[in-house]
């Protein structure tokens, strides 16, 4: 498994947690299971422009 570092507004930060903590489970694995199905084969990813991305426009 690798590491990396995500940020995120609060808001979603907070919703998060509470589901986290509603399922009993770490925060890192119900980030890692959404990742996961986002992309699992047969869901299609949309395109991502740069500018489309406050930090690198």
């Known amino acids: ?6 940020q ?16 009993k489970r770490s925060l890192s694995s119900l980030i890692r299971e959404i990742a996961q199905d986002a992309v699992s084969p047969g869901r299609r990813l949309s395109a991502t422009r740069a500018s489309q991305f406050r930090s690198v426009a």
Do not use: G, N, P
């Open 8 to 23: 995120l507004d609060e808001a979603t930060y907070d919703k998060l947690r509470q589901r986290a903590f509603r399922q």
């Open 1 to 6: 498994m690798v590491r990396t570092l995500i």
